[in-house]
């Protein structure tokens, strides 16, 4: 064991340049530094210290890593040359692992590493040793500085940063062409030997794929790889330390290498013919059916253009590319018509969007197909001569005049005959109709321009055979005008004279409206209706007119209204003209004209009142009398309340009575003695807390026996106010009720008390003080008075 590793170490030693083995040698102090230095430092003693020069013997200072003896790893040997071999020195190693890694024989000065040392943690430690006198504990050399090199070995193998690569390169590249580079690490000292040094090569992915050794580049090995034929490739690229020779350490890498896609392949048609079918009553922009050529590439490179190049119904078809499906939608472009023509013949060319041009001697990137496409035959609604009507007719016809005629056929071989119709919904009033045979219209009510001057119907066709199939078309009816109005003033004209008018004076402008519309324009003429010796009217030949008076000074105590009729006339033919009268008052004014006051209002007032007028009048007329039925109802009321507030009235006493009692003083309140006693009534008294509406003269009745049972005269009391229609309704007697005979719990009532026989003691009341000595007289005295009769 020890024969090898020093062989090994002179191996080593050999490989290890001298400039390298120089470096490794520590700096020593020779007999011609520092010689004949003194420093003197006063001691203990009194003496000068004299520093001494150093000499120091060494021997190695390099140490391999990776040791796997079992004893600690021999690294030098440390020795000065005042060392006599007598043991009075004493070696001290300092620095990067002192004492832990690196421990030293204090006598000898051999340094030993205690564990396996690995370069790629720590390339090198620097240590500090010193050597001191051993019973003085003084230095007798300066501490020294000198450095532990690792040397290195091939114990780790190379490694790449990623464990899978991911890489693409364009289809139908050439050979050659770089992919990506791949690089390994190996954590050796690339310094020393060929440990660092790193090889590349493939293991698989050949022959489609190579790498430089050097650079760890791949490249594509074969021309023209096609995606379409292959579009992914694994490939494992190795990375070998030691140059690639024979006992390396190595490691690997996948490398996932995808085709891209280039535009290599021309689209192509599955079919040399399409056929296509289409109703012909579809209208334009309907979608008759799709072409689609396939293309190998994806992407852009798979994207193309349909187009019609040739064919009969280039005019009557068009074809639009669908860019999310690649498709070719033909839609039509002009009506269909089975009766014209029942088939068309389309060629339809797709071709690529992007072509790369280093690739056109692969083309060409387009292809044709041939679209047949049929009409089939429906049955169609009639068809209108034309898309829309008008017709032009003057107010003035008469009913039943044809305005215009609509036409329409069956475009059908059939040819069914067509009934007409008008739509009522865009003719309300009913002032046209139509002939169902011949389409033609005619007025049923007088027109009038000016209520409405535009009429749009809509007339409905339908074949007589099927009459669900209909067409519509709109007819556009203009009212011309006809003059069948006069014009009038334009507005109402409040229009006063002042009492010191001047002959001449303007006083008024006035102006007209007509409802016609004459070609040429309006034209009015004013003039008055006859000669009036106050006013004039002169024309201002622009539809206006001057109201002017002909004398000086109008009194409005004489006549404070005058009435001036102007007639206005246009020039139309016929000429129509109406008659306006103004109304004029006279007002006394200041000296500038203004007005300040007037006898007569000069308004024209309508000849009747609106329906808002009448409206508030009638609202006004129902509020006054719910105002005098409520004030009725309330006086009423008010009649019925108690005039009295009786004492005597039990109804007064429930309600509001609310002090403790009245004592033995209170008697008025109900006379118990009537049911103790029903012969003690003779005469009925009339209620005083309402007034009496009827006065009845009461009935007398005959009173009950003595010994009549109260039950018996309550029943003949209410008998008696039963058929008495003069008894009041608030009969006191009529809100008791008679409990019965035999009760087990017996009346707790004190109404029966005076006629009982029981023996009862009512001293006690006696005892409650002077409030309850009327109690006491009735009860416990009537008893006394009954015991001495």
């Known amino acids: 064991m020890i024969i090898q590793q020093v062989l090994l170490l002179l191996l080593l030693w050999m490989c290890l340049p001298h400039s390298c083995y120089a470096e490794m040698l520590f700096r020593r102090t020779t007999d011609h530094q520092q010689k004949g230095f003194v420093a003197r430092v006063s001691g203990s003693d009194g003496k000068a210290l004299h520093r001494q020069k150093r000499g120091w013997m060494w021997n190695q200072f390099f ?19 005042q060392d006599k071999g007598d043991g009075s020195l004493k070696y001290i190693l300092s620095g990067d692992g002192a004492g832990t890694l690196f421990i030293i024989d204090e006598k000898t000065g051999d340094i030993h590493a205690t564990r396996r040392i690995d370069r790629e943690e720590k390339a090198f430690y620097t240590l500090r040793a010193q050597a001191i006198n051993r019973r003085t504990l003084r230095p007798v050399e300066p501490e020294s500085e000198f450095v532990i090199k690792i040397h290195d070995i091939n114990d780790n193998e190379p490694t790449f940063p990623e464990e899978i690569y991911t890489a693409s390169v364009p289809e139908m590249s050439v050979v050659g062409t770089s992919v990506v580079q791949v690089t390994a690490t190996d954590a050796d000292d690339p310094s020393y030997g060929n440990s660092a040094r790193v090889i590349y090569s493939i293991l698989q992915g050949q022959p489609y794929f190579s790498v430089e050794p050097e650079t760890g580049i791949i490249r594509t090995a074969l021309p023209n790889m096609n995606r379409e034929n292959r579009e992914q490739y694994q490939v494992v690229i190795q990375a070998k330390d030691m140059g690639g020779q024979m006992g390396g350490l190595s490691g690997t890498t996948t490398v996932n290498i995808t085709l891209t896609d280039v535009n290599d392949n021309p689209p192509r048609f599955p079919q040399n013919t399409i056929h296509l079918r289409i109703p012909e009553s579809s209208p334009v922009g309907t979608a008759i059916g799709s072409v689609k050529a396939t293309d190998a590439d994806t992407g852009k490179n798979a994207e193309m253009e349909y187009r019609i190049v040739d064919g009969d119904g280039t005019d009557m078809f068009d074809i639009v590319t669908q860019k999310d499906t690649q498709e070719g939608i033909i839609t039509v472009r002009k009506p269909l018509d089975y009766e014209t023509r029942r088939l068309y013949t389309l060629k339809v060319e797709a071709e690529n969007t992007h072509v790369d041009p280093r690739f056109y001697y692969l083309g060409p990137f387009k292809d044709t197909t041939i679209v047949k496409i049929s009409v089939e035959d429906v049955d169609e609604p009639p068809v209108f001569s034309r898309s829309s009507y008008l017709f032009e007719v003057h107010e003035d016809i008469e009913v039943g005049t044809i305005i215009g005629t609509v036409m329409a056929r069956d475009p059908d071989s059939a040819s069914s005959p067509i009934r007409f119709s008008l739509d009522r919904h865009t003719d309300l009033d009913r002032l046209f109709n139509i002939h169902s045979g011949n389409g033609s219209i005619y007025t049923s009510k007088p027109l009038d321009r000016e209520i409405s001057q535009w009429h749009n119907l809509s007339v409905i066709a339908a074949e007589i055979n099927n009459p669900k199939d209909t067409t519509r078309v709109s007819v556009y009816v203009r009212i011309l005008d006809v003059n069948d109005n ?33 070609l040429g324009g309006q034209k009015f003429f004013f003039s008055l209706a006859a000669v009036n010796p106050n006013f004039t009217v002169q024309d201002n030949e622009d539809n206006t007119a001057r109201i002017l008076t002909r004398r000086n000074g109008f009194s409005r105590h004489e006549i404070s209204t005058y009435f001036l009729p102007v007639v206005i006339s246009d020039n139309d033919y016929p000429i129509q003209s109406s008659t306006g009268t103004l109304t004029i008052r006279v007002c006394t004014c200041d000296n500038r004209g203004n007005m300040q006051s007037c006898n007569a209002e000069a308004l024209l007032l309508p000849a009747g009142l609106s329906t808002g007028a009448l409206i508030a009048i009638l609202l006004c007329i129902i509020i006054l009398l719910v105002i005098v039925v409520l004030f009725a109802a309330l006086k009423r009321q008010r009649k019925k309340e ?32 009537t049911l103790r006693n029903p012969a003690a009534i003779e005469d009925k008294k009339l209620r005083r807390d309402i007034i009496p509406e009827t006065l009845f003269i009461p009935r007398r009745t005959p009173s009950a026996p003595n010994n009549t049972d109260v039950r018996d005269f309550i029943n003949q009391r209410l008998k008696e106010h039963d058929i008495d229609p003069s008894a009041p309704p608030y009969d006191s007697l009529a809100t008791y009720a ?34 309850f000595n009327k109690l006491a007289e009735m009860y416990g005295g009537g008893e006394s008075d009954k015991d001495t009769s």
Do not use: M
Not at 63 to 81: F, R
Not at 494 to 514: K, M, P, W, Y
Not at 642 to 668: A, F, H, M
């Open 486 to 518: 006069a014009p009038q003033f334009a507005v109402f004209y409040d229009t006063f004279v002042c009492e010191n008018a001047r002959a001449g004076q303007l006083i008024q402008t006035i102006s007209a409206v007509d409802k016609d519309d004459p």
């Open 738 to 771: 008679y409990e019965g005979n035999d009760s087990i719990a017996e009346s707790l009532s004190s109404l029966e008390s005076g006629t009982t026989e029981g023996d009862q003691n009512y001293d006690y009341l006696r005892e409650w003080g002077p409030r």
């Open 63 to 81: 140490l391999l890593e990776e040791y796997t003896g079992s004893d600690y790893q021999y690294v030098g040997k440390l020795h000065s040359d």
């Open 642 to 673: 108690p005039l009295i507030l009786s004492k005597e009235d039990i109804r007064d006493n429930i309600v509001s009575y609310n002090d403790e009692g009245g004592g033995e003083e209170d008697t008025q309140a109900f006379d118990i003695g």
